[in-house]
């Protein structure tokens, strides 16, 4: 080794026993142990087929073999031969949270393995009996803890070496004669044993959650950057062309005002012309009049007439003038109102497009944590139809959870909550928060909704009808319906349809339920009313709520 060339004792220490690398072994992934440390690692998944690495938990679903690393050897023996002699190591006492050895007097050692059969935790120097007398050396000895005297009976005072099937606990050799006779015992190594076999199944299954949720995070992360990646593109794609329309606007602008500054010039010429001739010819009648005043003021007969002939003939009066109002600055403004007007319209519109494609672009799924029927059914919401509301075409029953279509009108009372035209019937409960419910349709003459209780029940058509008006939204059997706009149903009819709605998340969703949900139709949007739940029957068709028991064991 070059000589002045220090390097630092822990970059060479095994990761396990913290002692300079012995044997040095690489694994996979880059860390190096001790042969010996990394293979009674090893070892320990050996029976759940698990492996990984103590530093960086890396997963390797076969056993690393494991090759001794010369190279860092050489290292190892240069730096251990570099460093000074080591003093010899201090005993280490027993501190607060360590485990005492039973056996030392006055300042006690910590205790470093625990026995069995003695029920005593020896520090390292008196554990050596136990390590070289043939008699003790059968003895069992453990890791310390400090609950060693929970394995000693409380009633016989005897260790635990038993367990009871029957009653699932730890017994010693007297309760099996006594309190358990008769039960399914067996040795507590053997219940161990048992146990430990249950213990790596339970251990497999973890480490396959581990890895499915490991395999989740990855394309989280991944969906999380590709979606920061589209909306930094977006952003700049977005910016780049509003940018340009607002530079074309102000080129517009500018062209504009040139125009109208060089048509001004044009006319106010004109003007000027006319102005400056007009001031002549008042300058020289001005001076005609001048004249003709003094010479009405002469008394000589003679002079008078030789003067007057020349200055009564006036010179021709020009045509006259004829002022017109220019028009097409107040036409130019009306052309700009209207172009201003037609470009917000547009505008307008095309930016609420993009913002409802943003909207729906957003929601990766209706709802993240809601993906099977019994999830659903965690918000089911129990309901009844309103008979204020039900058509006179329309019989409730069955505690008006069920209605028909009848040819004859009932005898309803009048009330102001009923549809008089329309064969249709609300819910007597309002929907808002997550609610979840499902409608068992006799035929597909039926039309499944939720609505506002303010939408229409006796004026025009289109107000009454649900999904002819942006109160209520529709679900027929091959189309959906809001506010007059319908959208095709491509999937297979079935009989009972789920409704979900979480109302303030502005999440409608239509789904077919048969084995598997199949969602039919998804609506996002903003509801600004409670929404009641709302059937349409035409003739001969019956359709029932469904009763649903809300499952809770998911709920949090």
């Known amino acids: 080794m070059a000589q002045g060339v220090r390097l630092p004792r822990a970059k060479f220490s095994c990761l396990l026993c913290l002692n300079l690398l012995d044997d040095p072994a690489t694994i996979p992934c880059g860390h190096n142990y001790c042969m010996k440390c990394i293979a009674k690692h090893l070892d320990e998944g050996q029976g759940t087929g ?39 190591p201090q005993p280490r006492y027993a501190g607060p949270r360590d485990l005492a050895c039973d056996v030392c007097t006055g300042r006690k050692l910590r205790a470093v393995k625990s026995c069995l059969q003695c029920l005593v935790s020896y520090c390292q120097d008196h554990l050596q009996p136990h390590l070289s007398v043939p008699s003790l050396m059968k003895h069992r000895l453990v ?22 099937r029957t009653d699932q606990c730890c017994i010693c050799y007297l309760c099996s004669k006594d309190a358990h006779k008769g039960h399914d015992k067996v040795s507590a190594a053997a219940e161990q044993t048992e146990k430990q076999d249950e213990l790596r199944l339970t251990r497999q299954q973890i480490q396959q959650r581990i890895r499915k949720k490991q395999s989740n995070m990855t394309l989280l992360q991944q969906e999380e950057d590709s979606v920061r990646r589209s909306a930094e593109n977006a952003l700049r794609n977005t910016e780049r062309t509003f940018t340009k329309h607002i530079r074309m606007l102000h080129q517009r602008l500018s062209d504009m005002k040139e125009k109208i500054g060089s048509r001004q010039q044009t006319e106010v010429g004109q003007f000027q012309k006319i102005r400056e001739k007009l001031e002549q010819e008042i300058s020289t009648l001005t001076e005609t ?53 037609k470009l917000e319209e547009i505008l307008g519109k095309e930016y609420a497009k993009m913002s409802m494609t943003l909207a729906k672009a957003s929601m990766p799924s209706p709802n993240a944590d ?34 028909a279509f009848l040819s004859g009108e009932q005898d309803y009372p009048k009330h102001s909550n009923r549809f008089n035209y329309s064969w249709q019937v609300l819910s007597r409960q309002s929907l808002t928060g997550r609610c979840y419910l499902e409608v068992e349709r006799s035929s597909s003459g039926v039309v499944v909704a939720v609505a506002y209780k303010s939408m ?17 939204w529709a679900l027929d059997c091959f189309e959906f319906r809001h506010n007059e706009v319908k959208t095709a149903i491509t999937a297979t009819w079935t009989p009972r349809v789920g409704v979900f709605l979480d109302h303030s998340a502005g999440v409608l969703c239509f789904y077919g339920i048969s084995d598997t949900m199949t969602l039919l139709h998804r609506v996002q949007t903003t509801f600004t009313e409670p929404l009641h739940a709302g059937l349409w029957l035409s003739n001969g068709a019956t359709a029932e709520l469904c009763s649903l028991q809300p499952d809770r064991s998911n709920t949090v």
Do not use: W
């Open 456 to 472: 229409g029940r006796a004026g025009i058509f289109s107000d009454c009808v649900f999904g002819l008006n942006d109160k209520s």
């Open 143 to 164: 890791d310390v803890f400090t609950d060693l005297k929970q394995s000693i009976c409380p009633r016989h005072q005897e260790v635990m070496k038993l367990f009871c």
């Open 289 to 341: 009049d001048a004249e003709l005043d003094k010479l009405s003021t002469i008394e000589d007969p003679t002079y008078f007439l030789l003067k007057y002939p020349s200055l009564a003939r006036l010179p021709k009066d020009p045509p006259p003038i004829t002022i017109r109002r220019v028009q097409y600055f107040e036409r130019l403004m009306v052309s700009v109102s209207d172009a201003g007007e």
């Open 370 to 403: 809601l993906e099977t029927r019994a999830d659903f059914l965690q918000y089911a919401c129990p309901i009844e139809l309103d008979p204020n509301t039900a058509n006179p075409h329309l019989s409730l029953s069955n505690r008006n959870r069920k209605v």
């Open 50 to 88: 698990i492996y990984s690495c103590p530093c960086c938990k890396e997963i390797f679903f076969q056993r690393p073999a494991l090759v001794k690393n010369s190279m860092l050897a050489v290292v190892v023996e240069e730096l251990q031969a570099a460093e000074p002699p080591a003093d010899p």
